[in-house]
T-cell receptor, first 113, second 115 residues
Framework: GAGVSQSPRYKVAKRGQDVALRCDPISGHVSLFWYQQALGQGPEFLTYFQNEAQLDKSGLPSDRFFAERPEGSVSTLKIQRTQQEDSAVYLC???????????FGPGTRLTVL | AQSVTQLGSHVSVSEGALVLLRCNYSSSVPPYLFWYVQYPNQGLQLLLKYTTGATLVKGINGFEAEFKKSETSFHLTKPSAHMSDAAEYFCAVSDNAYGANNLFFGTGTRLTVIP
């Protein structure tokens, strides 16, 4: 079956632009997670959804970062007024419930010039 | 607070040799521990996990890890390295907040296998 997909795979933005990153979780998975992976680092937790409810957004680094999952399926991570320090790979993961194994997508590599 | 330390950002082994990747954790609650593997331009794949019960956990591709509470360690081993094992390996601990396993990752260990 299809795994977690993310689009675009690569995104180049000029500093100050807004970007939107999409995650399509595995069908039927209740939980969805976003992580940020800077170059040479491990992934860092950003936010967590259970269905359409955003239960934890403690990892979002600033109010320029916003995530939504309006129908409890596809999720979008939006970054407003991008800065160079936002350059990273953004990983999405889903799981049947929050306590199960997380299945990761291939990530979106964001480069801010 | 939960955190993970992976000793050695790069490890090189000869094909057929023992693989040992080190992970130490810090957790304020009984930990759930994970090892993930990441191949270039791919997402993370779960190798194995410890939640409760048996402290020696077997995973995919011949890997195993042992949870040692007294040492706060969860080292990953494989008796005989294969060329296909070359990848980045991440240890992670979960905080179990909001009933979910939000994962806290180490900085990773890049494994090189020498023919």
């Amino acid at each position: 079956g299809a795994g977690v997909s993310q689009s675009p795979r690569y995104k180049v933005a000029k500093r100050g632009q807004d970007v939107a990153l999409r995650c399509d979780p595995i069908s039927g998975h209740v939980s969805l997670f976003w992580y940020q992976q800077a170059l040479g680092q491990g992934p860092e937790f950003l936010t967590y959804f259970q269905n359409e409810a955003q239960l934890d957004k403690s990892g979002l680094p600033s109010d320029r970062f916003f995530a939504e999952r309006p129908e409890g399926s596809v999720s979008t991570l939006k970054i407003q007024r991008t800065q160079q320090e936002d350059s990273a790979v953004y990983l999405c993961a889903s799981s049947p419930s929050g306590k199960d194994e997380q299945f990761f997508g291939p990530g979106t590599r964001l480069t801010v010039l | 607070a939960q955190s993970v330390t992976q000793l050695g950002s790069h490890v090189s082994v000869s094909e057929g040799a023992l693989v040992l990747l080190r992970c130490n954790y810090s957790s304020s609650v009984p930990p759930y521990l994970f090892w993930y593997v990441q191949y270039p331009n791919q997402g993370l794949q779960l190798l194995l996990k410890y939640t409760t019960g048996a402290t020696l956990v077997k995973g995919i591709n011949g890997f195993e890890a042992e949870f040692k509470k007294s040492e706060t360690s969860f080292h990953l081993t494989k008796p005989s390295a294969h060329m296909s094992d070359a990848a980045e390996y991440f240890c992670a601990v979960s905080d179990n907040a909001y009933g979910a396993n939000n994962l806290f990752f180490g900085t990773g260990t890049r494994l090189t296998v020498i023919p």
